[in-house]
Nanobody, 115 residues
Framework: QVQLVESGGGLVQAGGSLRLSCAAS????????MSWYRQAPASQRDLVAT???????NYADSVKGRFTISRDNAQNTVYLQMNSLKPEDTAVYYC?????????WGQGTQVTVSS
């Protein structure tokens, strides 16, 4: 059974940085596209960044130039480096795995950016 476990969230001041990690169990990771989503209170869950099996990345316009998604297939882990954080980045961040249509979500990690 594949599970995703996120870590790295927390409280940071505006302008600061955090790095989120998402570790996957099982043998599907290297063949999966991985994404980070976020959901603020009373808002829908929005796509933040995606990295394909081949390493191609895409970002939401709101985080381009500030966030970087990366993956380490040897460690079955995907990362989200978040720099120049803003209060509007405050949300629960979710890791997302897509293995040829098999979808899995992590439990989420809270990121709070104070002004």
């Amino acid at each position: 059974q594949v599970q995703l476990v996120e870590s790295g969230g927390g409280l940071v001041q505006a302008g600061g940085s955090l790095r989120l990690s998402c570790a996957a169990s099982g043998s599907f990771f290297s063949g999966s596209a991985m994404s980070w989503y976020r959901q603020a209170p009373a808002s829908q869950r929005d796509l933040v960044a995606t990295i394909t099996r081949g390493g191609t990345t895409n970002y939401a316009d709101s985080v381009k130039g500030r966030f970087t998604i990366s993956r380490d297939n040897a460690q079955n882990t995907v990362y989200l480096q978040m720099n120049s954080l803003k209060p509007e980045d405050t949300a629960v961040y979710y890791c997302y795995l897509n293995y040829y249509g098999m979808i899995l979500w992590g439990q989420g990690t809270q990121v709070t950016v104070s002004s």
